[in-house]
């Protein structure tokens, strides 16, 4: 953004310039009348000074990117104005011969310097941001004036205006114009290349330098064989003059907000261009209709010269500006092309008609290479690997390195078989050995592979599909993995349901619900007696209803909300376990500890806390701990488990037999429970190998000392085979379904009738059991 100009102290001093105009009408209206000549020079040289102190003066205000142009053109100014000033010694000074000899000859010489400031002006502001000036462009200018003379001379060759006599008023007129065209070209150029069009001032200054170059054409033949020719000079020295003023004077223009881009080398080299055109086409009209003056020749080849030096150096900036854009587009450690210059090929193809394919492939355990063998032995694995894909690919696709041990492939295909047979290809060429410092090492791939043909593939949607597919390959234990969208969709809303449930544990907002705690109750196997109620959590969610623990349990895990979790199942439960213990009921509640709760910090403080909340006795809690988050990491298992105990909280080993259990541990776990697998208990009347294992199990519970629980007891016949075998507990549907606090009441309360009444409580055989369905007495 150019920073705009202080509006109120821009204006330039109007009075002063109008006052300065008025002085060389009065001056020139004065010489006509008195014939004394140098009189309109020497006006003219103070309004010109006062145009530059002028422009001068208001550099600091202007905005930075114009900041160079106008201090040179203050400069171009003063050149103007000591011109102008000398002008008027000649004239006033002088006489005869030398007068007539020196006329002209300052202001030409003043005119070449002012064109060349202003020149310079105008490649400061083109080259503003990109670089300073370069000489190759004054070699441009140069060869530009030069074959804009030779033009001029020729034409005036043709036209036979030959010599004028003494003096140098003609060969004066001819050196400004092509100074002023070449300056007026320029500007025209940066006009329009520069995306200036809309600046009015642009057009001011190439107006008036076109019309200057007029004024020096019309004069010029004026000057022709004239001996001392005083009055052709006063047009010439009024626009020089006025051009000044007019200059100091644009300050009062507002420029326009500056949208267009900075040409730079765009600029100078059509300038260039034109400068050879004329050159050259001066050279073809002269070998055409050759003239007297073989300074045109010499002129316009010295011109053409110049220009093409120009032209070189253009193309060696381009040559430079390629290689860096290459640099900036490839990886250095592999050389093929990196994320960025990837994106855009993606892009490209993407939005070809025919469409394209997106592999993101993904090392597996590559921080292991760089971990054990080092960075160095890193970047040989990385280099390996990239040289095989490409090798592999063979020109089907294109392959990038996204940066770490990600690299990319785009195929000018969508085709889905095909882009999974690539990939598969390349799996399999990441898989085959690779030898560093003499050991052998085995990597694997994560490929997630996506394509245009899913459908609205823009803003680098494809790139996440290929993203999302590498990472559901990832966490499959890799391989190559298409997009699946309903997948995607479903792993999208359980991360924002991860996000609720985080933000309600968080925050006891209302709005995501609550936790509800559900009982189901474990019954003693000999009597029928209720012993204990295991709580189970669900979320009373506002939109999806009650969650059951499978929609979020572990989500909890892998966000880390899971102790949140437990801290209010465990206050809820005990809270709950104190209620029936204060009813005079004499029921254990148990708690499900996931992994994480046993290994968190503030575990055993928690039990404390909610036991001293609740005002309940420890041996009326119970933790369910499955085995594999026991065997997770035995020896804290154990430490834990113990200090569990020794807190006098009771503790059951969960879904026994379902994982890897070793025994030793089982040994030294202070556990008085093992809860049989529902799958065990499921089978047992069916499957006489499931039997002889649950009995196996049965005696070693025993001889371990600790009680055995069946749990998703369904029917009577397990219910009673259970009995006879001599299992101690049973929890399942056969008996009720969890259900929250006030049914688990009721339910309770239902059952101390039917225990009044003397009934052996046992369920109809093959009746699953609701949990408000009342349970069949059978007379004992
Ligand atoms: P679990 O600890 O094995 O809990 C028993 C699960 O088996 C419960 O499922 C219960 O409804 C179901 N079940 C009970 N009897 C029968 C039956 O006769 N047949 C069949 N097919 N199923 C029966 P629920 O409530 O859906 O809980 C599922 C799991 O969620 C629990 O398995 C437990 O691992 C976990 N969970 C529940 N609440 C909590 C909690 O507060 N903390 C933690 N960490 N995990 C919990
Ligand atoms: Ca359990
Ligand atoms: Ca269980």
């Not at 032995?377 to 390996?384: F, N, P, W």
């Not at 939109?543 to 572990?554: C, K, Q, S, T």
């Not at 892998?558 to 009813?583: H, I």
Request: aromatic content about 4%; overall charge negative; glycine content about 8%.
């Amino acid at each position: 953004m150019p920073a705009t100009p202080p509006p109120s102290r821009d204006r330039p001093p109007a009075l002063l310039l109008s006052a300065a105009a008025a002085l060389v009408a009065v001056l020139a209206t004065a010489e006509l009348v008195t014939d004394v000549a140098g009189l309109t020079a020497a006006g003219g040289a103070v309004a010109a000074g006062i145009g530059g102190a002028v422009l001068r003066r208001q550099v600091p205000l202007r905005a930075v990117e114009e900041r160079g142009l106008w201090r040179w053109v203050g400069h171009a100014a003063v050149a103007v104005a000591v011109g102008l000033a000398l002008e008027a010694l000649v004239d006033l000074v002088l006489r005869g011969d030398a007068a007539a000899w020196a006329r002209g000859a300052p202001l030409t010489v003043a005119a070449v310097v002012a064109v060349l400031c202003a020149y310079q002006g105008l490649l400061s502001w083109n080259r503003f941001r990109t670089s300073a000036s370069h000489p190759a462009d004054w070699v441009n200018a140069a060869g530009s004036v030069l074959c804009t003379l030779a033009l001029g001379a020729y034409l005036l060759d043709a036209s036979s205006l030959v010599t004028d006599g003494p003096g140098w008023a003609v060969e004066g007129h001819v050196v400004r114009l092509a100074a002023l065209v070449v300056l007026a070209v320029t500007t025209v150029v940066v006009t329009v290349v520069g995306g200036l069009l809309d600046d009015p001032r642009a057009w001011v200054l190439a107006a008036g330098l076109l019309a200057m170059s007029a004024v020096e054409v019309v004069t010029a033949p004026l000057a022709t064989g004239a001996a001392v020719a005083p009055a052709p000079v006063l047009p010439v020295v009024l626009s020089w003059t006025a051009l000044t003023l007019v200059a100091a004077g644009s300050g009062a223009v507002r420029p326009p907000i500056l949208r267009g881009h900075f040409a730079s080398s765009q600029v100078v080299t059509v300038c260039a261009l034109l400068a050879i055109l004329t050159g050259v086409g001066v050279l073809v009209a002269y070998a055409l209709h050759p003239g007297d003056w073989l300074l045109v020749p010499v002129l316009a080849a010295v011109g053409v010269l110049g220009g093409c030096v120009r032209m070189f150096r253009t193309i060696h900036e381009l040559a430079f500006v390629a290689s860096t854009r290459k640099e900036a587009r490839t990886d250095p450690l592999t050389g093929v092309p990196n994320r960025r210059a990837m994106l855009e090929t993606v892009d490209r193809f993407a939005t070809s008609r025919t469409g394209a394919a997106l592999l993101v492939i993904d090392l597996d355990r590559f921080k292991d290479v760089n971990d054990r063998y080092g960075h160095a032995a890193g970047d040989v694995v990385i280099t390996t690997i990239s040289g095989r894909l490409q090798h592999r690919l063979a020109g089907t696709g294109l392959l990038a390195r996204f940066g770490g041990d990600e690299f990319a492939v785009v195929i000018d295909d969508p085709d889905l078989a095909r882009a999974s047979a690539v990939a598969a290809a390349l799996r399999e060429a990441v898989r085959e050995p690779i030898e560093i410092t003499g050991r052998v090492v085995r990597l694997e791939a994560s490929i997630g592979v996506a394509s245009t043909a899913f459908g609205d593939h823009r803003d680098g949607e494809l790139l996440r599909w290929a993203d999302t597919a590498m990472y559901a390959a990832k966490r499959s234990g890799g391989g190559v993995r298409v997009y699946d969208e309903d997948a995607d969709a479903r792993e999208r809303a359980e991360l924002a349901l991860a996000d609720e449930l985080r933000v309600m544990l968080t925050t006891d907002d209302e709005r995501f619900g609550g936790l509800e705690l559900h009982y189901q109750p474990q019954l003693d196997c000999t009597d029928g007696a209720v012993v204990g109620m295991e709580a189970l959590v669900r979320w009373a969610h506002p939109e999806r209803g009650l969650l059951p623990p499978v929609a979020f349990i572990d989500l909890a895990e892998q966000t880390g909300s899971m102790f949140a979790l437990t801290e209010r199942v465990l206050a809820q439960a005990t809270r709950q376990a104190a209620r029936w213990q204060a009813e005079g009921r004499d029921l254990a509640v148990a708690v499900n500890l996931s992994t994480s709760c046993l290994e968190h910090p503030r575990l055993l403080a928690t039990l404390d806390h909610v036991l001293a909340d609740a005002g309940l006795r420890p041996e009326h809690l119970v933790v369910e701990i499955t085995e594999t988050t026991l065997m997770h990491d035995p020896r804290h298992a154990v430490a834990v488990t113990r200090d569990i105990a020794d807190r006098g909280i009771g503790l059951s080993i969960d879904d026994y037999g379902a994982g890897y259990s070793s025994l030793t541990y089982l040994n030294e776990l202070p556990a008085g429970e093992l809860k049989l697998d529902r799958s065990f208990t499921a089978r047992l009347t069916s499957d006489d190998r499931t039997r002889a294992i649950v009995s196996g199990t049965l005696d070693l519970a025993h001889h371990l000392g600790l009680r055995l629980i069946a749990e998703g007891v369904e029917d009577t016949a397990t219910s009673e085979e259970l009995r006879r075998m001599g299992c101690d507990r049973a929890q399942g549907f056969l008996h009720s379904r969890p259900m929250p606090a006030d049914a688990a009441d009721a339910w309770l309360r239902e059952r101390d009738v039917l225990t009044a009444a003397g009934a052996r409580v046992l369920p109809a055989p093959g009746v699953v059991r609701g949990p408000v369905l009342p349970t069949q007495v059978t007379a004992p």
